[in-house]
């Protein structure tokens, strides 16, 4: 066992006995902490739950695969469900959606988790160190542990973990909220929403070997981000992703000269 799992398990040891409950969202960061708690479960039960929110900014497969990842590690889960366009700043993309959001989601999740000592989140170090993370706000406001963060945890440090504990795919991209593809001021709707994931659905079969790929939504234009080396594989299917994503109600297509760079709207 490394230095850093036994660091992780030994943070969550004095609180086993009163619960915990982990905001799982089945990425790789939460999905270590997920495998550490079936870890300590090992050694003695105790009360924990994986909850993962449903609601209509992710895309539709996350759920079932976070459902999947928890079964097979002997984690109780559960699915909650929550609606973030209910929510004025939300459903306008307002510059503070992200925050409001989180704020929303996390109140949710802290009245499922009652009766649990913890309600902890992925939230890793790297994240914390990051410029524009509004919704970390939220997390504070309501009382959410992040063990990575207290730990110090990075990104890198997490994939290791993941590795270390024979997660799949620990080194897979991250799957930020189908909201960060429109630019703030353009209302979201579930329509919208659907429309992205399934143009991006589009590009990844299209595009398998492409790590990280984005589509950002222009109303009827659709810009494509991915890292400048990956720029030829884009162009050579060039007429099979205008086949697909015309259909969507994209006019226009266009590869962005600037590449793939994460939070472009930001």
């Not at 924990?48 to 459902?67: F, G, N, W, Y």
Request: glycine letters at 6%.
């Amino acid at each position: 066992m490394t230095p850093d799992l036994a660091r992780l398990l030994d943070w969550f040891r004095p609180h086993a006995a009163g619960g915990v409950a982990l905001a799982y969202s089945g990425g790789i960061d939460s999905a270590v902490l997920l495998a550490a708690l079936a870890t300590l479960r090992h050694e003695s039960d105790f009360p924990c739950v994986a909850l993962t929110l449903s609601t209509p900014l992710q895309r539709c497969a996350e759920v079932d695969e976070a459902r999947v990842l928890a079964e097979g590690l002997g984690v109780p889960w559960r699915k909650i469900e929550a609606n973030p366009l209910a929510e004025p700043a939300v459903a306008t993309n307002a510059p503070d959606r992200c925050y409001a959001c989180k704020r929303l989601i996390m109140a949710r999740l802290r009245e499922v988790a009652q009766g649990f000592t913890l309600l902890i989140d992925g939230t890793n170090a790297d994240d914390r160190r990051a410029t524009n993370r509004p919704g970390l706000r939220a997390l504070d406001e309501l009382g959410v542990r992040s063990p990575l963060v207290e730990l110090g945890l990075t990104k890198a440090t997490v994939r290791a973990l993941a590795r270390e504990l024979d997660l799949p795919a620990p080194d897979r991209p991250a799957t930020p909220c189908l909201a960060t593809r429109f630019p703030y001021g353009t209302p979201l709707t579930e329509a919208r929403l659907r429309r992205i994931e399934t143009a991006e659905n589009c590009l990844r079969a299209l595009l398998p070997t492409i790590r990280d790929l984005r589509l950002r939504d222009h109303g009827d234009l659709a810009r494509i981000e991915v890292p400048a080396a990956d720029f030829p594989l884009v162009l050579d299917r060039r007429e099979a992703i205008l086949t697909a994503l015309r259909p969507l109600g994209y006019r226009f297509v266009t590869l962005d000269l600037a590449a793939f760079r994460s939070g472009s709207f930001d």
